[in-house]
Each structure stands twice: as C-alpha cells, then as structure tokens.
C-alpha cells in the first residue's frame, strides 16, 4: 500500500456524434437509391384501393319497429340521392356513423379486408360516382357513394426516392460515427 499513494487515474475521451449532422454529411449516389429501391419494391407496393362516403342508419340493439322506421328513413334518403340531393349534406344531417357523419360520410380510401365483406363488395365492384342502392350489414342500412378508385400498383422510383433517401442516410448514419469515433482514437 505504501508504494501506491496515489489513487488509480483513468482518462477517456467522450464523442458525441449529432445524427442529423451526421446524416447530412452522408452522400447517396441515385445509383444507391435505385438499388434500394429495388431491394425493397415491396415496400412500394399500393393495394387497389377505393374512396367512398356513406350514410349509416344504425340497427345495431334496436327495436324492429324502430328498424322499420330506420329503413324507411334511408329509403327517403335514397330517394334524394338519387334525385341529385347533395351526398355530403346529406350524410351530415343523417348518418349515424361517429366518425364519418360530421365529414359528410367521407371514409377517406378504403382497401380489401378493412370492411364488413357486403360493404366492401358494393364499392370494389362500383363505378366512380356511383351510388348503391340500401345495403344491409350488421350496422345497419348503408347508402354507399364511390368517389374515386385506385389500381393497384408499384410507387415509381421519382415518387419515393426523398423518403428513400432519408432511410439510406439513416441507415448509414450509425456505421458513419463509429468510424468517425475510431479515427478520433488514432488521433485523426
């Protein structure tokens, strides 16, 4: 003890590496990103998808006389829709959907497998712009409207390469500062 006075001393040296920094000083060639694109195309890949709204009188726990008055009601609302009467307006004041009611039934895109079967095979099988007649599922009586439809398809390289981009650069990011940290121990 008498030959070691003094206490043990350590010393290192702390680097902190800043990833934003870091990924900015990363440069991707459009070489590497088709390569990433290609590598991961299913990532890419967009269902068949369509848009639709809807007006939803519910029938879920209700009476039979109060499910009579309820498709009564959506035969009226038919009626208007199919008169020319304004879809969304319509939706707003009738449907009893939460969620879509106060957006005038928009539902936003809607792919194979996210609805009840009856209603989804009403809007794959419709045209844009269609409406369908009164639909019944476990709900209750649907009037369903198509806006749009989308095909199935690949995203094109132009449309993700930014988002495809910033993934690389993320990726690369971690590998970019150990070696950085390892060049600052050899004193570089």
Not at 25 to 30: N, Q, R, Y
Not at 36 to 52: I, L, Q, T, W
Not at 91 to 104: H, I, L, R, T
Not at 122 to 147: C, L, N, R, W
Request: charged share 30%; aromatic share 6%.
């Amino acid at each position: 003890k008498a030959a070691y006075t003094l206490p043990e001393k350590r010393s290192f040296n702390v680097l902190v590496a800043d990833q934003a920094k870091v990924e900015q000083s990363i440069t991707v060639s459009d070489a590497q990103l088709r390569q990433a694109y290609s590598g991961s195309m299913d990532n890419f890949r967009m269902p068949e998808r369509v848009e639709a709204r809807h007006i939803l009188l519910m029938t879920q726990g209700k009476s039979d006389a109060d499910k009579k008055a309820a498709l009564a009601k959506a035969q009226d609302l038919l009626k208007q829709v199919k008169a020319g009467g304004d879809f969304a307006a319509l939706a707003k004041a009738n449907s009893q959907d939460p969620g879509s009611a106060v957006k005038g039934g928009d539902l936003g895109f809607i792919v194979r497998g996210q609805t009840v079967p009856e209603f989804e095979k009403f809007v794959f099988a419709a045209k844009p712009k269609d409406s369908s007649d009164i639909g019944t599922t476990e709900y209750g009586y649907h009037i369903i409207q198509v806006m749009s439809k989308e095909a199935a398809r690949v995203k094109p390289f132009e449309e993700v390469k930014d988002k495809l981009e910033k993934e690389v650069k993320a990726q690369q990011a971690p590998d970019r500062r150990s070696k950085r940290g390892t060049d600052c121990e050899r004193g570089r």
